[in-house]
């Protein structure tokens, strides 16, 4: 028996559900987010955020199997992230993260990855 990992701690997969649903949720009324998002529907970007949270926590590697190494900052360049939708994303994202109701402890493993990604996927000084 090996230690149980974050993805398995936090609750598996319907955690990782909820998280990125209502995260998409906030999205798609978001002004500043979701001009962002190049197709209209926003299924397929929730799948592909739902998979890549899951195997980063230590669930399935699904998301690596479809789409190959994450290669984050790569896969953002095309968008203008600024500080402005820096903060809007986090926003979304503490809501979403609110609506788990995670043990503190665990939220706040969860929260400060979310926060220092955020800020690693800036790419721009000043929103257009
Ligand atoms: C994809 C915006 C931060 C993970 C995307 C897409 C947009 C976007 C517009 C394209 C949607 C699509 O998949 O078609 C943003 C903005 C951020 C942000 C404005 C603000 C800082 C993050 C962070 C993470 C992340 C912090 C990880 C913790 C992903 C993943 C994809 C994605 C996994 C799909 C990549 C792929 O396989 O193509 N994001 N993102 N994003 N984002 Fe973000």
């Known amino acids: 028996m090996t230690a149980p990992n974050f993805y398995e701690l936090v609750g598996g997969e319907p955690t990782f559900r909820k998280l990125v649903d209502v995260f998409y949720e906030g999205v798609a ?22 998979l890549f949270l899951i195997q980063y926590w230590g669930g399935p590697a699904t998301y690596s199997e479809q ?35 995670l043990d503190p402890e665990h939220e706040a493993v969860l929260w400060e990855y979310l926060e220092r990604a955020a800020h690693f996927m800036v790419n721009a000084d000043e929103s257009p």
């Open 67 to 101: 789409r190959g190494h994450p290669r984050l900052r790569m896969r953002h360049a095309p968008f203008v992230i600024g500080p402005a939708e820096r903060d809007a994303w986090l926003r979304r994202m503490r809501v979403a993260v609110d609506a788990l109701e």
């Open 29 to 50: 009324e978001d002004p500043v987010l979701r001009p962002l998002y190049p197709e209209e529907d926003l299924g397929p970007a929730n799948e592909r955020f739902r």
